[in-house]
């Protein structure tokens, strides 16, 4: 799950954004309201977490307009203010959840998981990604081969789920780190090409192809038709 933490405060930030980071949440960490617009319409988040107390606007002015560009992402506001005209106001204004500090980091974690399973619950479940013999569930996060289940990773589903949103451009390598790595994560230099060996075994050699010199591409829709299932497939 990748969530997008808007927190100002240096030490609570840095805390939550590890604490989060070690139960498996993939975290960018912006410091400010207009940090907050740019990540949430270039990417797409699973949570927002934010602080209302932002040092260039307020935080209830930033959650009104993400609602107005059509952002849906739930959002937890995290703030001091614990008066109950405060909560309506923000779940009013179209927050999920109100969390006030000092907050409990693992009761945060369960209500980030919590809401992130409610939107999943809440898509069409007939909405799926397919292409030839592959299908992409993206609100299990899980995948068919010619019908089969393939397990995946987390990291080799962001993968593929970059790769097929994307079809048929070609996908860069910095462009598949950005998806898989929160901002400040340290990234090992052939990260990308592990995932993409596991894929092609998972699944078939031909599956993902090397644009040399720009990135990897999906293979076409026919040609996957075409292909078995590589040794392996399924586990």
Same mark, same amino acid.
């Given at each position: 799950?990748?969530?997008?933490?808007?927190?100002?405060?240096? $030490?609570?930030?840095?805390?939550?954004?590890?604490?989060?980071?070690?139960?498996?949440?993939?975290?960018?960490?912006?410091?400010?309201?207009?940090?907050?617009? @740019?990540?949430?319409? @270039?990417?797409?988040?699973?949570?927002?977490?934010?602080?209302?107390? =932002?040092?260039?606007?307020?935080?209830?002015?930033?959650?009104?307009?993400?609602?107005?560009? +059509?952002?849906?992402?739930?959002?937890?506001?995290?703030? %001091?203010?614990?008066?109950?005209?405060? +909560?309506?106001?923000?779940?009013?204004?179209?927050?999920?959840?109100?969390? $006030?500090?000092?907050?409990? $980091?693992?009761?945060?974690? %369960?209500?980030? +998981?919590? =809401? $992130?399973?409610?939107?999943?619950?809440?898509?069409?479940?007939?909405?799926?990604?397919?292409?030839?013999?592959?299908?992409?569930?993206?609100?299990?996060?899980?995948?068919?081969?010619?019908?089969?289940?393939?397990?995946?990773?987390?990291? /080799?589903?962001?993968?593929?789920?970059?790769?097929?949103?994307?079809?048929?451009?070609?996908?860069?390598?910095?462009?598949?780190?950005?998806? =898989?790595?929160?901002?400040?994560?340290?990234?090992?230099?052939?990260?990308?090409?592990?995932?993409?060996?596991?894929?092609?075994?998972?699944?078939?050699?031909?599956?993902?192809?090397?644009?040399?010199?720009?990135?990897?591409?999906?293979?076409? /829709?026919? @040609?996957?038709?075409?292909?078995?299932?590589?040794?392996?497939?399924?586990?």
């Amino acid at each position: 799950m990748r969530l997008l933490l808007v927190e100002d405060e240096e $030490v609570l930030g840095r805390f939550v954004a590890m604490s989060l980071g070690a139960a498996n949440f993939t975290v960018d960490w912006v410091r400010s309201g207009g940090e907050a617009l @740019a990540a949430s319409t @270039a990417r797409v988040y699973d949570l927002i977490l934010l602080d209302l107390g =932002l040092p260039d606007m307020l935080g209830e002015v930033l959650l009104r307009q993400l609602r107005s560009a +059509r952002v849906a992402t739930p959002v937890i506001v995290l703030t %001091a203010r614990g008066l109950i005209e405060d +909560r309506v106001a923000m779940l009013d204004l179209g927050a999920d959840d109100y969390m $006030v500090k000092p907050y409990d $980091v693992v009761e945060l974690q %369960a209500r980030a +998981r919590a =809401l $992130v399973r409610r939107a999943a619950q809440a898509m069409d479940p007939g909405d799926v990604q397919r292409v030839g013999p592959l299908e992409l569930y993206q609100a299990s996060r899980s995948a068919c081969w010619h019908g089969a289940p393939i397990t995946l990773t987390a990291k /080799e589903y962001d993968v593929l789920e970059t790769l097929v949103v994307r079809r048929p451009r070609v996908v860069s390598r910095a462009q598949l780190e950005e998806a =898989l790595y929160g901002s400040g994560e340290q990234v090992e230099s052939n990260s990308i090409e592990v995932f993409i060996h596991f894929l092609r075994r998972k699944f078939t050699p031909g599956l993902i192809l090397t644009v040399r010199g720009r990135g990897y591409q999906l293979c076409s /829709e026919d @040609a996957l038709r075409a292909q078995a299932p590589a040794q392996g497939a399924g586990g």
